[in-house]
């Protein structure tokens, strides 16, 4: 799911996604820097309910003009 949406951002010419999850989920942190998300810094009484986030983000690297051409080539072939 997180790549469908880095591709959604990449194809509108996006430079960074951005997220926000709980100083308090430890899996979900480690899944997003695996990924290559990168800590802002901390959002302080974020949630309703008083609890911190953490704000992450992510460099979204734009198709190169090589993949570009190759994604014409195979959609010709296609039709």
């Known amino acids: 799911m997180m ?10 010419g996006l430079l ?3 997220l926000e999850v709980s100083t308090k989920n430890l899996v979900a942190i480690e899944f997003y820097r ?3 998300y990168r800590t802002d810094g901390v ?8 609890e911190d986030a953490y704000s992450m983000h992510k460099p979204i690297i734009p198709p190169s003009s090589a993949e570009s051409s190759q994604r014409v080539t195979a959609a010709s ?3």
């Open 3 to 12: 790549q469908a949406a880095e591709a959604v951002c990449r194809e509108r």
């Open 77 to 79: 072939h296609t039709t």
């Open 43 to 50: 959002l302080y009484s974020y949630y309703s309910w008083g």
């Open 16 to 18: 960074t996604i951005r």
């Open 34 to 36: 695996r990924l290559g």
